[in-house]
């Protein structure tokens, strides 16, 4: 059970849509749908090991003490669901301002359509704020074959990590944690486009214990779609350096 927790807690750290406006609290758009004055929302398909497919719907705002709730809704008109504001990643750019990301995983009917989801953003000053973001409901494959493969120990320290590619993805990220470390992530690496990884020298050690997974994605930002559609997360590839 312990393992089980740890495996959950390292996928979601992984890392990890309209409402009509009343009178008195009229909705304002910017001419990029996914952008307002207030941030950039997103949501997005993900595909995932353990679990069934869901939304990942985000806003991220430097604004964010003026934000009072943000609400999704599906192209027909229904609610999804509700940002949760007490779950939030902190960026904070050198020489710009700090910005939270507000993520939530939202269910993902059996009946969605492809369309507008809109993201209605209510703030603390009584306004009410529209972003949108197309969705084309598709499953990208999880990357299954590895290299360094989970329950594996490895002779030496790997100078490269190589994966099977994934249809329809064009770019991937890698997130590496230390499992002797409380598990703490000690490198993330850019997008890349080909299915293979060179590791920063020195950052494997022999005697050591990680976790990796692969985080593969249908595109790197579009007017359309967004920061990308969908992706996919690999099972946590778990292996040991010899001493």
């Known amino acids: 059970m312990k393992q089980d927790g740890k495996r959950s807690a390292f996928i979601f750290a992984t890392l990890l849509c309209a409402l009509s406006a009343s009178a008195q609290t009229p909705i304002v758009e910017n001419t990029d749908p996914h952008y307002s004055e207030l941030g950039f929302f997103d949501i997005h398909v993900c595909n995932w ?4 497919p869901f939304y990942m719907a985000l806003l991220s705002s430097a604004q964010y003490p003026n934000i009072a709730s943000v609400h999704v809704y599906s ?7 509700e940002l949760d504001m007490t779950r939030y990643r902190t960026i904070a750019p050198p020489g710009k301002p700090e910005k939270r990301v507000f993520i939530t995983h939202l269910p993902l009917s059996t009946k969605a359509t492809d369309g ?5 953003i209510k703030t603390r000053d009584g306004r009410e704020i529209l972003a949108k973001d197309y969705v084309v409901h598709t499953l990208l494959p999880i990357v299954r074959e590895a290299a360094p493969a989970g329950g ?7 100078a490269e990590f190589t994966w099977s590619p994934v249809p329809g993805a064009t770019h991937y990220q890698i997130t590496l944690r230390d499992e002797w470390d409380e598990n703490r992530v000690i490198f993330t690496s850019a997008l890349v486009t080909e299915a ?11 005697g050591g214990r990680y976790a990796w997974v692969i ?4 595109s790197n930002g579009g007017v359309l779609l967004g920061d990308f559609n969908h992706g996919s997360l690999s099972a946590p590839q778990i292996f040991s350096v010899a001493q």
């Open 49 to 52: 090991p353990d679990r069934p």
């Open 75 to 81: 192209p027909d008109g229904k609610l999804l669901g």
């Open 116 to 120: 507008w989801f809109n993201a209605t």
């Open 152 to 158: 594996r120990e490895v002779p030496n320290p790997p």
């Open 196 to 206: 293979k990884l060179s590791m920063p020298p020195g950052l494997l050690r022999h």
């Open 215 to 218: 985080h593969a994605r249908d």
